[in-house]
């Protein structure tokens, strides 16, 4: 999301300073024009940012909505998020945010687990939630999964587990 934000304000700096100097140059009605010009400029730049900041929460909003709901569907699951650690964050082919999923059966026969990850920022900020099954681990055994993140994510990414469910 900061990546986003920095592009819409990058893109606002960008037009104030062209439509300064081409109020500047222009035979218009002088410095108050151009005043006028670049403040409705940095206006509509500060449109842009917060236009863009309003659909990134809106899709980690939506994310976290359908990792709720996913998780909601395990019946009788239990606590299982000690038996789960997750790799380092990559990119795909795609640009999306990856990471491996371990979920460590400990019991006695077959278990599946729905795995919430949380990716967040630098600064611990959710910027996406997923749910990955990794299911049928045989007993004693440890099951693999890959998480991928909703859309494409910028800056540092960590993950997290969010919430782990044995079932």
């Known amino acids: 999301m900061a990546g986003v934000r920095g592009r819409g304000l990058a893109a606002g700096v960008g037009l104030v300073v ?12 002088g410095p108050s024009a151009a ?11 500060g449109a842009v940012v917060s236009s863009a900041a309003s659909e990134a ?12 709901d996913k998780l909601s569907e395990v019946k ?3 606590d299982a998020k000690d038996d789960v650690t997750l790799g380092a964050p990559a990119k795909d082919a795609d640009g999306r945010t990856t990471v491996s999923v371990s979920a460590k059966n400990t019991e ?17 900020k959710l910027l996406d939630t997923v749910v990955v099954t990794v299911s049928d681990v045989a007993a004693n ?16 990414v960590k993950a997290e587990t969010g919430k782990a469910l044995r079932y």
Do not use: N, W
């Open 108 to 124: 006695g026969s077959p278990k599946s687990f729905a795995v919430q990850v949380d990716f967040k920022d630098e600064g611990g």
């Open 57 to 68: 929460s809106d899709a980690v909003e939506s994310a976290a909505a359908v990792a709720k």
């Open 141 to 156: 055994a440890t099951g693999e999964g890959t998480a991928r993140s909703t859309h494409t994510l910028s800056g540092t």
């Open 35 to 45: 005043a006028s010009e670049a403040a409705s400029a940095v206006a509509s730049a």
């Open 76 to 78: 009788d699951g239990i």
């Open 18 to 29: 062209l439509v300064s100097a081409a109020a500047g140059c222009s035979d218009g009605d």
